[in-house]
T-cell receptor, first 112, second 114 residues
Framework: TQLLEQSPQFLSIQEGENLTVYCNSSSVFSSLQWYRQEPGEGPVLLVTVVTGGEVKKLKRLTFQFGDARKDSSLHITAAQPGDTGLYLCAGAGGGGADGLTFGKGTHLIIQP | GAGVSQSPSNKVTEKGKDVELRCDPISGHTALYWYRQSLGQGLEFLIYFQGNSAPDKSGLPSDRFSAERTGGSVSTLTIQRTQQEDSAVYLC????????????FGPGTRLTVL
């Protein structure tokens, strides 16, 4: 069974601070996706990283895929209250559901 | 809107009753997934439909859970003889096809079993 461990599980910081969320596994994934979920809604895809070492930027969010394609990180610069939400990583490449395995998520709260 | 819709948004039932949850995928999407999201847990895959192929039921937790997809569109997830541990948010997602495409999620159905 492929497992994705996300850390931290909970993070509460002040507006303007930087933060990094981690997604780690002992398994290799062909690609990894990051989602953001707000209360009462389904997850929304933020980015897909495919190549080991790949870095993608989405405004103040920077996503990195590890060289060995086993881990990923999400870095947010100058966090805003609108960044508050549950961030989920999901790996593809093996198992059921088209090979998508989800982590438990990181609950992020940005306080104004 | 043209997104994935789910109904009902909330369902409260008594232990032992059967429930049906409905998912309307995005028109033209051939792939459809059901997930369960419990408090403190990630998304747990339940079942996957792709076109006319036999569904992947490998994630269904027990034989009380079943799902069907009629006409390649609407899907219904049925839970028989509900138990308290079935309480969770049930999410549906659709995708244009199998393979590397974006999954679009519905808002979910929050099921509470008393």
């Amino acid at each position: 069974t492929q497992l994705l461990e996300q850390s931290p599980q909970f993070l509460s910081i002040q507006e303007g601070e930087n933060l990094t969320v981690y997604c780690n596994s002992s398994s290799v994934f062909s690609s990894l996706q990051w989602y953001r979920q707000e209360p009462g809604e389904g997850p929304v895809l933020l980015v897909t990283v495919v190549t080991g070492g790949e870095v993608k930027k989405l405004k103040r969010l920077t996503f990195q895929f590890g060289d060995a394609r086993k881990d990923s990180s999400l870095h947010i610069t100058a966090a805003q209250p609108g960044d508050t939400g549950l961030y989920l990583c999901a790996g593809a490449g093996g198992g059921g559901a088209d090979g998508l395995t989800f982590g438990k998520g990181t609950h992020l709260i940005i306080q104004p | 809107g043209a997104g994935v819709s789910q109904s009902p948004s909330n369902k409260v039932t008594e232990k032992g009753k059967d429930v049906e949850l409905r998912c309307d995928p995005i028109s033209g999407h051939t792939a459809l997934y059901w997930y369960r999201q419990s408090l403190g847990q990630g998304l747990e895959f339940l079942i996957y439909f792709q076109g006319n192929s036999a569904p992947d039921k490998s994630g269904l937790p027990s034989d009380r859970f079943s799902a069907e997809r009629t006409g390649g569109s609407v899907s219904t997830l049925t839970i028989q003889r509900t138990q308290q541990e079935d309480s969770a948010v049930y999410l549906c997602a659709s995708k244009l096809a199998g393979g590397v495409f974006t999954q679009y999620f519905g808002p979910g159905t929050r099921l509470t079993v008393l």
